[in-house]
């Protein structure tokens, strides 16, 4: 079993929608929890950091982190078809070493 | 803006050949990571440095790869013979020294484009 899980999707929806995406998680010491985002034949790019437990709003763009549930969430908002890419959690325990463990991302797709 | 730059964007080889990619992290950036991802998943890291040290290769296949980072700024993967299975995005990131404090910019890894790999 993957330390990290999530689904692939593809995820279609509107514009407009609300979007929901998700990671659970199995070791209990990650404490810091990213959302990247990664359009085709690109690197990813940081789009929401978290520090243990709780939310996170930045513009259309929430992160809830539930550490008791070892769940994660990423909530758009008013999704455009800017936002049709992948989405990728990632997580760290120890700033330290500070290299992430990535779920698998799930394709979001944004229909105008 | 300041950016990860990697080289080549793009390599075609045949099986058991030898093939390299190059990365130059953002200046300053002490740490540097090689990553890859295969199509459909998420990038699964190779290699860690701090400066020239390797913080962290379990996972990177030693009998075929190889990486270096000789004067702690830019650095090299070596995958030699190539293998089918080595058929990926090869991703370089960087970040800087900063300390892991709550709050602070922590964990955020500035990634290059890529260089994607297919082997025949």
């Known amino acids: 079993q993957k330390e990290v899980e999530q689904d692939p999707g593809p995820l279609s929806v509107p514009e407009g929608a609300i979007v929901s995406l998700n990671c659970t998680y199995s070791n209990s010491a990650f404490q810091y929890f990213m959302w990247y985002r990664q359009y085709s034949r690109k690197g990813p790019e940081l789009l929401m950091y978290t520090y243990s437990s709780g939310n996170k709003e930045d513009g259309r763009f929430t992160a809830q982190v539930d550490k008791s549930s070892k769940y994660i969430s990423l909530f758009i908002r008013d999704s455009q078809p800017s936002d049709s890419a992948t989405y990728l959690c990632a997580m760290s325990a120890d700033t330290g070493r500070r290299a992430l463990t990535f779920g698998s991302g799930t394709r979001l797709q944004v229909q105008p | 803006e300041a950016e990860v730059a990697q080289s080549p964007r793009y390599k075609i080889t045949e099986k058991s050949q030898a093939v390299a990619f190059w990365c130059d992290p953002i200046s300053g950036h002490a740490t540097l990571y090689w990553y890859r991802q295969i199509l459909g998943q998420g990038p699964e890291l190779l290699v860690q440095f701090q400066d020239e040290s390797v913080v962290d290769d379990s996972q990177l296949p030693k009998d075929r790869f190889s990486a270096e980072r000789l004067k702690g700024v830019d650095s090299t993967l070596k995958i030699q013979p190539a293998e089918l299975g080595d058929s990926a995005m090869y991703l370089c990131?960087?970040?800087?020294?900063?300390?892991?404090?709550?709050?602070?910019?922590?964990?955020?890894?500035?990634f290059g484009e890529g260089s994607r790999l297919t082997v025949l």
């Open positions: 990131a960087s970040s800087s020294r900063l300390a892991g404090l709550a709050g602070a910019n922590t964990g955020e890894l500035f």
